[in-house]
């Protein structure tokens, strides 16, 4: 028989040992919570004798839905029977499958990826003669799908000015998606939801099959994913949550903060657990991590404590600019080769653009290095779109310029072949930015992208830091051979097979569930962290300052900050400001480097 306390510590122990009714835990950043959910589920199974098959195990990744299967096998000795364990999208699937023939959908019903969708929305946008992009209308569409909000009723919930043809073309992609027998990831969750409200027997049909339900990073769950969970538990009630408040920092994509507090208002029998002990990082990392998380006011904080000693302080560092900044990173790094893996070593930023100014300064050192979840600078869409138009300048029968600007639509192709016939005489005296501006203004080119679209405005930020890079080029025949020197050290690096155990890089977001031996978080000036976005909006620089700590609690041994006096911001030089979030701390005892001292 498994010993299923084995190991864990009091607070651990106490949340595994609820058998029946509701409980929350909230478990700080390296707490073990993946181990109390696998820890629960034996417990379950092996002291309790609660068939296997009654329980549901809801992930947010499929790699977590993986590992909570090998786990569970592993402590077992056999492959679990579990009722469900995966994604909430995949459980639904799974449900629509059986079920949703009761409110019109085939068993055979396809799902629609996004570009799938966009192929749908550009049909219908082009017969309403719309000017606004298929990816504002996905995006919107998403947002009230996610927030359980038909066509019909969107009007009556959202009244800013482009409400009513969203509203229309929603009707629309809704009507083309039954006529296709498809849906889309958003429609799995709310078409389940739809179902158990519609046809009752349906929904008591999975409470007494699925008894025994946990859910993981609720934090992270939008309204449409909270209403299906409350509605599964709300007969037998055996159900846990795991999250943590200071960890919530996916809004723009609907998750909302507020489920973990309306869980216990929905289930006020519920058991609380707090998991504290860290099993990750040093008490000084923890410590850095309080002070900057304990400013947050409109959530509870838990404070994370650990056995080990205190560990190395934290490190700052006051950068020049942003080259400066890059180059302090990688001569640490290579310091730190001496002792460490590269693949052990994160550096982190706030936005994709960041990346840019390292990546290159990366591979003039020839430090390996591999963008965790993003594309390389200068191989991104927009990024490549912009450099075929400025490399037709030059060259006007460049095949693969010439295709790829065509693509981007006929329109534009024609608009650039005038500006191109205007300026082709002078074009190597037009400053590199300004040749930029008047591609911009002929083909109307940042159309393409909504800046009110995530997505999208990570796009826009990118071709601002592509001008950056213009304005210390402005001989547009240095600037392409610049970025061609660039893109060469790309394919060096891979040729060599360096990038695969390289430095990892990546925003703060796609840092959500990582360790690392070491980490640079990078840019803490107002504007880049917090961003520019959110600093008018309490809630928005909640989740800004929650981003930041949620970076501080991916170090395992050391962490450093940098930060810049100027930095070069889409194409203009600023003076930058030191970011609220570690003005606090300067009177603090930690170890803070100068640009004039560090080699």
């Keep these: 028989m498994v010993d299923v306390l084995k190991g864990l510590n009091t607070q651990q122990m106490q949340a595994v040992k609820i058998v029946e009714g509701p409980s929350v835990i909230l478990a700080g950043a390296g707490s073990g919570k993946t181990r109390v959910l696998i820890h629960k589920v034996l417990n379950l199974i092996e002291n309790h004798h609660v068939d296997s098959r009654s329980i549901v195990m809801i992930t947010f990744t499929n790699k977590a839905a993986r590992e909570m299967k090998e786990r569970i096998a592993r402590a077992t000795g056999s492959e679990a029977d579990l009722g469900y364990v995966g994604t909430f999208h995949s459980f639904c699937c799974m449900l629509l499958r059986r079920d949703g023939e009761h409110i019109g959908i085939p068993r055979s019903f396809v799902i629609y990826d996004d570009d799938d969708q966009q192929q749908v929305l550009k049909q219908i946008l082009k017969k309403m003669h719309t000017k606004y992009s298929p990816r504002f209308f996905s995006s919107k569409i998403s947002e009230a799908k996610n927030q359980l909000v038909s066509p019909e009723r969107y009007l009556e919930l959202f009244s800013y000015y482009k409400a009513a043809e969203v509203a229309e073309v929603y009707h629309q992609y809704q009507k083309e998606l039954k006529q296709n027998h498809a849906l889309d990831f958003d429609d799995l969750i709310m078409k389940v939801v739809e179902l158990f409200r519609k046809h009752p027997p349906v929904l008591e049909k999975y409470q007494d099959r699925y008894k025994h339900l946990l859910v993981d990073e609720f934090q992270d769950t939008n309204v449409a994913q909270y209403t299906l969970t409350q509605k599964l538990a709300a007969k037998h009630k055996n159900i846990t949550v795991v999250g943590d408040f200071s960890q919530s920092i996916y809004s723009w994509r609907g998750a909302d903060i507020r489920n973990l507090e309306k869980f216990s208002e929905d289930f006020p029998e519920a058991t609380t657990i707090n998991l504290e002990q860290n099993y990750r990082s040093t008490q000084n990392i923890l410590d850095f991590a309080f002070e900057v998380i304990s400013q947050n006011e409109t959530h509870p904080i838990l404070q994370l404590f650990t056995e080990q000693d205190g560990g190395e302080e934290i490190t700052y560092y006051n950068a020049d600019n942003e080259e400066d900044e890059a180059v302090y990173i990688a001569n640490v790094i290579q310091q730190l080769a001496n002792k460490a893996n590269y693949r052990d070593i994160s550096v982190l930023y706030r936005t994709n653009a960041q990346s840019r100014a390292i990546e290159e ?229 930690y170890e803070t480097v100068e640009d004039d001292e560090w080699w």
């Design 361 to 589: 300064v990366f591979l003039h050192y020839g430090i390996p290095y591999t963008l965790i979840g993003g594309t390389r600078f200068y191989e991104r869409k927009e990024i490549k779109d912009i450099l075929s138009y400025l490399r037709l300048f030059l060259h006007p029968t460049d095949s693969v310029a010439l295709e790829r600007v065509k693509k981007i639509g006929k329109r534009r192709f024609e608009r650039f072949k005038e500006l191109y016939t205007k300026v082709k005489e002078t074009v190597e005296d037009i400053p590199t930015v300004e040749l930029m501006e008047m591609v911009f203004e002929s083909t109307e080119y940042l159309g393409l992208y909504d800046p009110d679209v995530e997505e999208d405005y990570a796009r826009l930020e990118n071709i601002k830091e592509l001008k950056s890079v213009a304005l210390s080029f402005p001989h547009i025949v240095e600037f392409l051979e610049q970025v061609a020197l660039v893109e060469s050290e790309y394919f060096e690096g891979e040729k060599g097979g360096k990038s695969r155990d390289g430095v990892r890089l990546m925003t703060l977001h796609q840092a959500k569930g990582l360790e690392f031996d070491y980490v640079f978080i990078t840019g803490l000036e107002e504007g880049i962290l917090p961003h520019s976005r959110s600093i008018d909006d309490l809630h928005q620089l909640e989740e800004e300052r929650r981003l930041f700590y949620v970076g501080i609690t991916r170090a395992r041994n050391k962490l450093y900050i940098t930060y810049a006096r100027r930095r070069m911001i889409f194409g203009r030089r600023n003076e930058a400001m030191k970011s609220r979030f570690i003005r606090a701390d300067e009177d603090a005892e």
